[in-house]
């Protein structure tokens, strides 16, 4: 769906998100915590909302939402998001992407 | 009684069509004592037969010979009702029998688990303060069977643990073990632990708040309890002085796995607060109208989202498990994966620990 892809290749990182999903919350926060300022574009806010969901859902995102693009690559959901945190890769992806790095409280 | 000149039917005792009535009664309200007795397959051999002939009737010819001769006097459409009035009756009968037969399998059930759970007290030496309290586990497990197979797979991966804990044990104290012995149960380990994950998201679907609760632990376990289960950075600050020596490339990863692993965590805890608000705030709405179906209702629709987050934490603690595995060797994590045991071994045995210590007189 050109939608998506425009979103996600005008910035650096986007988190497709709904306003009441609390998973798509944390993934903002986790962002936020890293330095990196994310667009997060909530789909029950856009009238072509149901489109987007359902390529979200062929594309492989289960929930649909959150669904991460990182450099207008599709990076996927939360679990995806973790599994990249916790090996490392992350860091590196969301690197050109970092303005402040906010040491963690 | 088959001489009878009258041409009133009379229940014709041999053909046994009035028992599906009397079995009724007895199905009705599972008094239980003659449901199952032999008479009730009668009703089921009588059935068929019943609609391929006619009734034996009282009208003065010879009723008391073979009950399947045609006899033409009564009127059909009466016949034909009763037939099916029959019909329904024993259909209904088989129902109810059914239905009885689900409820005892699932107290069947229900007897198992609180067996299960009886032994393991009794040899641990816990007397309550566990899962025993009667109140949360008898509802939990009348009200719900999927729970009540959880709690009983929980209680045989516990056993299991403990076995393999055991084994770990002897094998790191023989000096002949060698290290493709202990991949062997390093892999058995964490593959343990994803099975506890795999049961705990079935259990998910069923009844999330009891995930949430921690009901199947021990109280001593639930103190540490984050998002249905245990603080993934809190297993990192446990191992860490067991796995010495590591070397620096080691310590640095670890270093990075902590620090991910910390703020993947707080990242969690806050989105699971504003779940909390919102899911209070729904439930809260238009207080005082004394109709609370449709709050209700919205804020179960939110509990798919309290779902995905008891999914997440388990996520983590797999991923954090299986990342340490990665930066040590097959040796240190052997080690690792036996602490680790040992301290939730601990951690169960708090509680009742505390209640079973001495007390000062005063």
């Known amino acids: 769906m050109e939608k998506i892809g425009k979103v996600a290749s005008e910035n650096g990182v986007v988190i497709f998100s709904k306003s009441t999903c609390c998973l798509c919350y944390a993934v903002q926060i986790l962002f936020r915590d890293l330095g990196v300022q994310a667009v997060v574009h909530e789909i029950d806010h856009d009238p072509d909302g149901k489109e987007i969901e359902k390529a979200l859902t062929r594309l492989g995102c289960n929930g649909p939402v959150p669904a991460v693009y990182i450099g207008g690559k599709l990076m996927g959901s939360t679990n995806e998001v973790m599994s990249l945190h916790l090996s490392g890769s992350l860091l590196q992806l969301i690197r050109p992407y970092q303005h402040n790095l906010s040491s963690h409280d | ?362």
């Open chain 2, 1 to 362: 009684m088959m001489n009878s000149t009258s041409t009133q039917f009379v229940p014709s005792r041999r053909m046994g069509i009035y028992e599906p009535i009397h079995q009724m009664s007895m199905w009705g309200d599972f008094k239980g004592n003659n449901c199952l007795d032999a008479s009730t397959p009668m009703i089921l051999e009588v059935d068929p037969k019943l609609d391929n002939q006619s009734e034996d009737t009282s009208h003065g010819t010879v009723g008391h010979s073979n009950k399947y001769d045609q006899e033409a006097s009564k009127p059909p459409d009466k016949v034909l009702r009763r037939l099916a009035q029959n019909r329904e009756a024993a259909r209904k009968s088989r129902l109810r029998k059914k239905a009885y037969v689900q409820q005892l399998e699932s107290s069947k059930l229900r007897l198992i688990q609180l067996e299960q759970e009886l032994g393991r007290a009794r040899q641990q030496g816990m007397y309550t303060g566990s899962a025993l309290d009667a109140s949360p586990l008898s509802y939990a497990g009348s009200m719900n069977p999927g729970i009540a197979t959880f709690e009983l797979e929980y209680g045989h991966w516990v056993e299991e643990q403990d076995r393999q804990l055991a084994d770990l044990r002897n094998a790191l104290q023989s000096t002949e073990t060698g290290d493709v012995e202990l991949r062997i149960f390093v892999d058995g380990g964490l593959r343990h632990y994803c099975d506890l994950f795999k049961m705990k998201a079935t259990a998910a679907k069923t009844d999330v708040f009891y995930l949430m609760s921690g009901m199947w632990k021990t109280s001593g376990e639930r103190f540490f309890f984050w998002i249905g289960g245990f603080r993934p950075s809190e297993l990192l600050k446990v191992l860490l002085p067991h796995l010495e020596p590591l070397t620096e490339q080691q310590r640095l990863d670890l270093g990075n796995l902590a620090q991910s692993c910390q703020q993947a965590e707080d990242a969690l805890s806050q989105g699971m607060d504003r779940l909390h608000q919102i899911l209070g705030a729904a439930i809260a709405k238009q207080l005082g109208e004394g109709n609370y179906l449709p709050q209700v209702g919205a804020a179960i629709e939110k509990l798919d989202d309290l779902a995905r987050f008891v999914g997440q934490a388990d996520h983590l603690r797999q991923e954090t498990l299986q990342q340490i595995s990665r930066i040590l060797t097959t040796r240190q994590a052997a080690r690792g994966l036996l602490a680790l045991g040992e301290y939730f071994q601990r951690l169960r045995a708090l509680s009742s620990l505390w209640s079973s210590r001495p007390r000062e007189s005063s």
